[in-house]
């Protein structure tokens, strides 16, 4: 199946289909850094807003599955606003 996981001009594919998951847990995990690994991805390693949009993202994900999925989903979704 090929999904599209491009938000504006950012294909987040890469870093989605890296995802898995783990024993009885059915939501995907990152096997790594997330927040470094969305960091570089776009670009924000040394900006000082990146941390800032990392952990926004970290707390809308925190109100439902708080899965690395989700956080990445909400981490494009307020980099595209930025």
């Known amino acids: 199946m090929n999904l599209n996981y491009k938000v ?13 998951t783990h024993g009885n847990c059915h939501l995907p995990t990152y096997p790594g850094d997330l927040k470094t690994v969305l960091l ?3 670009g924000l390693v040394q900006h000082p807003q990146g941390e800032k949009a990392y952990q926004l993202a970290r707390e809308i ?4 599955t708080f899965s690395d999925a989700e956080i990445t989903y909400w981490f494009s979704r307020i980099i595209e606003l930025m």
């Open 8 to 20: 504006g001009s950012i294909d987040w594919s890469p870093i989605i289909q890296r995802m898995e």
């Open 40 to 42: 570089n991805h776009v």
């Open 61 to 64: 994900a925190r109100l439902t």
